[in-house]
């Protein structure tokens, strides 16, 4: 129903900044939750961050204070600026769009976008 496309993953180094963005294929104001999560090598996604359609965010405490979501619902976008980066941020990071009606739950995913943090 809402494709999503990562793009801007690649290898940086620690205290680098990387930025990553998501582009949907149409307009995301009725679309009530947009975000980002993550694959940690090993691990079982987590959240990173999310932003409602009302602005409000949510970020995982070991990111905050170093990225920044933010949404263009007319461009259909969604992005996440990464300063500081650790080698523990390593991971394979998804993006996400939520929406429910009365009767059933949406929940789309892109196909994800590599970040690795080394020397």
């Known amino acids: 129903q809402v494709q999503l496309v990562e793009s801007g993953g690649g290898l940086v180094q620690p205290g680098g900044s990387l930025r990553l963005s998501c582009s949907a294929s149409r307009r995301t104001f009725s679309i009530y939750s947009m975000g980002w999560f993550r694959e940690p090598p090993g691990k079982q996604r987590e959240l990173v961050a999310t932003?409602?359609?009302?602005?409000?965010?949510n970020y995982q405490t070991a990111v905050k204070g170093r990225f920044t979501i933010s949404r263009d619902n007319a461009k259909g976008t969604v992005d996440l600026q990464m300063n500081n980066l650790r080698p523990e941020d390593t991971a394979v990071y998804f993006c996400n769009a939520w929406d429910y009606s009365g009767t059933d739950t949406l929940n789309y995913w892109g196909q994800g976008t590599q970040v690795t943090v080394a020397a």
């Open positions: 932003m409602t359609n009302e602005g409000g965010t």
